[in-house]
Every structure is written in C-alpha cells, then in structure tokens.
C-alpha cells in the first residue's frame, strides 16, 4: 500500500513537471513569436546622438536605459556624456549596444570654455587609455571664429591619427574650418548644424565626402506635423547614405519623452522610400561605427 502510493505521488509529481516545463516551452515560443513580429514591424533605429549626463544617474539607473533602448527599438547608440563616466556606466551595462565617443567636459570644463583650457588634450588622451571609444565629441564650437584655437586643432588631429571620428556641435563655418587644415578628419555634424537649412548642408556633402550629419533636435522642422517637409525629402533623397538618426539626450526630460521622440522620427522616414529609410534609420550609423 505504501510502496502503491510513493508510486502514485511520483507519477503526479512527474506529469505535473512535465506539464510545468511543456508550458513554459509554449510561453516562450509564444515570446519569440511575438518579438520576431515586432522587429518586422518596427525600423530599428540606431540613436548617433545620445547622452548619459549626471543628472539622469539617478532618475534612471543604466539598467533603465538600456531597457528604454530596447523598448524604442533602439538596437544602438552612440553615446558621449557629461562626466564621460556616464558613457562607461552604459558601456559597462550593455557594450554590444553602445558605441562610446569621448566627451572632453568634466568638472569646470563645459561647452563654452573646453578649447581654452589646457588641461583638456592631456585629459583626452588619458581617456583614450581604454580602448573603447569610436570617436571624440561630442563637443560644441559656439562661435566659428574659434575653431582655430590650438587645442581644437590638436584634438581633431588626435582623432585623424587614431581613426576616430569627431561629433562637432557647430555651424557650417566652423566645419569648413576644421576640413581645411584636417582634410581628412571624419566628422558627425550634430543637428546637421543646428541652424543650416537643408540647401546648405547638400552643398556641404557635395564639397567634404567625409561628412555625416544627426538630425537631432531638428525632427519637427523636418515634419511639421509629421508630414515630411519637402526641402528636407530632396536632402535626404539626394544624400541618403550622410544621415543619421539622433535624439539628444542632454536633459532628463529628453528622456522621459525618449519613447515618443523615437516614434515621431519613425513617422516621418515611414514617408521616404523603403532603402532610403533604413539609410537613415541604422545602416548609415552601422556602416561608420559599428565596426
Ligand atoms: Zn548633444
């Protein structure tokens, strides 16, 4: 009798693992299934523009970063941050998804003050140390007259010696600047300039073949109410292969609307032509700095 019911016991204990594990086997296929039908729905976007700044430690950890990444279907990011320790964070956390550029700001060193300050090309060079970073920037030129100084010249020659690219916040005066005494320095123009409109920054691509822009910060000039403006489509149509998707993550609230940022940019490549789309959305980003 009791050798009857250790076998009964065992047998419901059996069946019910089985049944356990069968379960847990559908739920995953079911899982799958669903993720394979959401890549094919969404554009992966690759973000060339995007900052972990102190502030936004706290509110959200790297963890939650990453998982907004994933979420906005972001599959990677290049990231420069204020300390650049907040790129490290992220990198640390996920370095298949994030590609590290070095940001020279820190301590009392700002976008303002950065290329007057001696300390910064030692800084940089130290940072450099880890082997990790596809490029230096992203950094602001606020005034062209400036993009002569001694510390800017050496820093874009660093980058042109180590193959790396510069993110340059500036108009396109001071980028004219920089590829006539580097020719060869690869630049990611931020915000395509910020303030040039679409003509000048074709004429700019027609005269520096090492040029790619972001378009952060400029997605509802590009689609007043998400509707594709027609000065920005003939840009993207003629120079698919230069741009780049960006949000900008420069304050917290930049990422507390991350999720809607990524989405509104989807809406207006969904108007282009399917190849030039995916230009824009990752391949372009790819081609340069995943490698
Ligand atoms: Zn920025």
Request: aromatic letters at 10%.
């Given at each position: 009798m009791k050798k009857l019911l250790i076998s009964i016991l065992f047998l419901v204990t059996f069946v019910s693992m089985m049944h356990v594990s069968g379960l847990f086997r559908l739920s995953q296929m079911f899982d799958h299934a669903n993720a394979t039908f959401v890549s094919q729905e969404r554009l992966p976007i690759i973000d060339t523009h995007v900052h972990y700044n102190t502030p936004a430690w706290e509110v959200y950890p790297p963890d939650a970063i990453i998982n907004l990444l994933k979420k906005s279907g972001v599959v990677k990011a290049l990231v420069s941050s204020t300390p650049d320790e907040g790129t490290r964070m992220l990198y640390k956390e996920d370095p298949e998804r994030i590609i590290p550029f070095l940001r020279p700001y820190h301590d009392d060193i700002n976008s303002s003050n950065w290329y007057l300050k001696d300390q910064v090309f030692p800084y940089t060079l130290k940072r450099l140390e880890?082997?990790?970073?596809?490029?230096?920037?992203?950094?602001?030129?606020?005034?062209?007259?400036?993009?002569?100084?001694p510390i800017i010249q050496k820093t874009v020659r660093l980058a042109v010696e180590r193959d790396l690219y510069i993110h340059v916040h500036s108009d396109h005066r001071a980028v004219e600047t920089i590829f006539s005494y580097e020719p060869k320095v690869k630049i990611l123009w931020a915000h395509a300039g910020?303030?040039?409109?679409p003509d000048v920054i074709s004429s700019m691509f027609d005269r520096h073949k090492n040029l790619w822009v972001d378009i952060s910060i400029r997605e509802h000039e590009i689609a007043p109410n998400e509707k594709l403006a027609p000065e920005w489509e003939k840009l993207f149509l003629k120079h698919a292969d230069r741009i780049t998707i960006g949000s900008?993550?420069?304050?917290?609230a930049q990422w507390d609307n991350y999720e809607a940022i990524i989405a509104f940019d989807r809406k207006w490549l969904a108007q282009l032509p399917d190849d030039v789309a995916r230009q824009i959305a990752f391949e372009n980003a790819k081609r340069l700095f995943d490698r």
């Open positions: 880890m082997p990790i970073y596809k490029g230096i920037g992203e950094f602001h030129i606020h005034n062209h007259i400036d993009t002569d100084s910020m303030s040039d409109p900008d993550t420069w304050i917290n």
